[in-house]
């Protein structure tokens, strides 16, 4: 049904281990429309790539329940079958690429596989749809032919985004998917991922420790301390105007254009 969110997070909880182990995430609720970008931002420790793990079905909730598309992810998936239907749902871009990208394979066939995963195309239509993934994450041709170490950070991370891409998702989880590339490379694939967004309305779950760039891509914030929820709304709310203390503290101490350090 258009107009749900294709994400409901609710009163989400997370212990690792032992029943009295503190949790790690704690009483944590949002929704994601589609075609918006929610960023979950917070120290280090506080709780986000637990989420997108549990999003992504590779952490099991303690409590509480996800949807994705309007189905329970509560549980994980239970057959191979329901894995890749999941996977056409919701698709995981995480910060290192070089951990999912096979350092042998070249980079057509990375990207052939993610299509071969999620379509049953023909050999000249799956070479097609590789062309298409290359062009549409701003690679050529070229770029098919050679191997994940041939590549920058930022051209890797496009390939990842391809991979992600292919399997014509409804959510892609980006969890510090920029944090590793020098500035002025994060804000092209920050650029990509607009444009992207903006042709295929996919959402986004943005997981980042950097207020900087929270301000290029997200719609809408969650800010996350110790698990719990500070302070969420609208992007330019948050960064505007942070109601709480510990907001106005992560603002404070993100450098952005025209920033000038605090006075001592
Ligand atoms: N697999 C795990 N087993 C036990 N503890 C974990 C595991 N993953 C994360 N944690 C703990 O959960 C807390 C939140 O971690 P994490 O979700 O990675 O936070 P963030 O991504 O915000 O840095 C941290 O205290 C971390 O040590
Ligand atoms: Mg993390």
Redesign the pocket.
Known sequence: MSGDPVIRVSHLVKRYGHADAPNVVDDVSFTVDQGRTLALVGE?GAG??TIGAILTGLQTATSGTVQVCGEDRSRPARSTRSRRHRGSQLQLVAQDPFTSLNPRQKIGDAIAEAVALHCRLSPSQRRERVRELLDAVGLTPHHATVTPRALSGGQRQRVAIARALAAQPEVVVL??AVSALDVSVQAQVLNLLNDLQAQTRTAYVF?THDLAVVRQIAHDVVVLRHGRIVEQGEANAILNQPQQPYTQLLLASTPRPGWTPPPR
Request: glycine share 0%; net charge negative; charged share 50%.
């Open positions: 280090s986000k790539s969890d510090e997981i």
